[in-house]
């Protein structure tokens, strides 16, 4: 009688839901998710513009703006591996909290921090102001790791791209809005009179609030313990043979990730950084000029996240990264021939928006092909090489610059994509995540009982 009356309840809720066209995966929970990953993308969206900047009005130049960077990104690369592996043990949500106080002190260290030590400190301890590429709307760094596991562990598998996919929708519409409010601090110099660095410091305290209310955010979210975590029985072996987080047998598909995103960091770290100067160098764009361009291609680049779930329900988790990443890979080398900066910023725009549409789609391929006990790890150790050989790429693009052509940075990252296409098909063109899976019994079902049908009626 109690599992009647919780099925009619369920249905229900599911019609009430269709009713106001809500998604059916759309829970409470989430939602709080979705508001604690738009607070960050908010506050990324404003800080890749304004730290830069700050750290200038002190009296630092460009050697020490890179040391500052470099902090940043290599702390975001620990604190990822860590943060996967602990997640896992000590809980998504437990996590995602403490991440969210240890950007609260960054930020406090760059509203009160005045000499470089201490900015160095602050950026590595709140991962703060390492920027980003247009239409990623916070979808790296420490954060991700718990927060990517936590919403798999919500949704049903067959909603997860789904859910992945409107998660980013929903960042980066964040992300281009805080772009915007990297203004506050000239509109507070004009209108109240108030100092230059003054008003960038009130930028970073409302920073630490934004981040203190990520975590608080998280706070009433369910989570519910992992199955290892409730005495269940691990596969023989299993457990005794775990390194950081992962069994060996996850060892096997999770080394296959990191080598598919350390290629694809390289080719990220070499043209990524240098867009904005390649612009300004090749075809003198205004900062007015690319400021627009960043936030029609941040809106732009929201729409294919919507569309996520569509893509990899039609072709296939894997079918959809592969063609995605070769689309992009030919665009980066089609931009690199535009005569005029419109034309050129036509074909990045275009290319953002086919390149975002692989990532919510690869987060839930991997969530979905990994045990659910070791997602945090599983996400932590295959973005570690990504954000690694990034640092490694921005290096190299520079180099190539600088000794080959402006544009020769553009040339060997669309190779490298390409090889990064042929080696993620290679390795997981086989290897299908649940839903997909049932979806093929499914049909291989439907086909055999078919084929009974017939063969009953010719007899």
């Given amino acids: 009688m109690l599992d009647l009356n919780h099925e009619l309840s369920r249905s229900r809720r599911d019609n009430e839901q269709s009713q106001l066209r809500i998604p059916l995966w759309l829970t409470r929970d989430l939602v709080l998710i979705f508001l604690g990953r738009g607070l960050r993308s908010l506050s990324q969206g404003y800080l890749s513009i304004a730290v830069p900047i700050y750290v200038v009005m002190l009296g630092y130049g460009a050697v020490d703006l890179g040391i500052l960077y470099t902090a940043g990104t290599l702390a975001s690369a620990l604190l990822t591996l860590l943060v ?60 991700y790791p718990a927060e990517q596991a936590l919403v798999t562990e919500i949704v049903a598998d067959r909603w997860r791209t789904s859910a992945f996919g409107a998660l980013s929708f929903f960042g980066v519409c964040a992300g281009a809005l805080g772009s915007l409010m990297a203004e506050l601090p000239d509109q507070l110099h004009a209108h109240f009179q108030v100092a230059p660095i003054s008003a960038y410091r009130i930028l970073f305290l409302a920073t630490a609030v934004l981040s203190l209310a990520m975590g608080l955010i998280v706070i009433p979210v369910r989570e519910r313990p992992s199955r290892l975590s409730r005495g269940e029985t691990a596969r023989s072996g299993e457990l005794a043979a775990r390194i950081l987080g992962l069994s060996l047998s996850s060892w096997k598909l999770v080394g296959r990730f990191m080598l598919t995103n350390a290629t694809n960091g390289l080719s990220i770290g070499i043209f990524s950084p240098f867009i904005v100067y390649w612009f300004h160098q090749r075809y003198g764009a205004t900062a007015t000029e690319l400021g627009t361009l960043f936030f029609a291609t941040n809106l732009v680049a929201a729409v294919p996240y919507l569309a996520a779930g569509t893509f990899a329900a039609r072709l296939g988790s894997v079918n959809t990264v592969v063609l995605t990443r070769i689309l992009a890979a030919v665009l980066i080398g089609v931009m690199a021939l535009m005569p005029s900066f419109w034309l050129a910023g036509t074909v990045f725009l275009v290319r953002m928006a086919a390149n975002t549409l692989s990532i919510p789609v690869r987060q839930s391929y991997l969530m979905g092909v990994v045990p659910a006990s070791e997602r945090a790890s599983a996400a932590g150790l295959s973005n570690f090489p990504l954000q690694v050989t990034r640092s490694l790429g921005t290096y190299l693009g520079g180099l190539l610059m600088q000794s080959f052509s402006l544009s020769s940075p553009f040339e060997v990252a669309a190779v490298i994509q390409l090889l990064n296409a042929a080696l993620y098909y290679k390795f997981f063109r086989d290897v299908l995540p649940p839903e997909e899976r049932e979806a093929r019994e499914t049909d291989s079902f439907e086909s055999y009982a078919a084929t009974g049908s017939e063969r009953c009626a010719d007899r």
């Fill in 84 to 143: 996967g592996a602990l997640a896992d043990r000590l809980g998504r949500k437990a996590l995602l909290i403490a991440v969210s106080i240890m950007a609260t002190v960054g930020a406090l260290g760059f509203a009160y921090g005045t000499s470089l030590s201490v900015l160095v400190v602050a950026a590595a301890t709140g991962t703060i102001g390492q920027g980003g590429v247009a239409g990623h709307g916070g979808a790296w760094g420490p954060y």
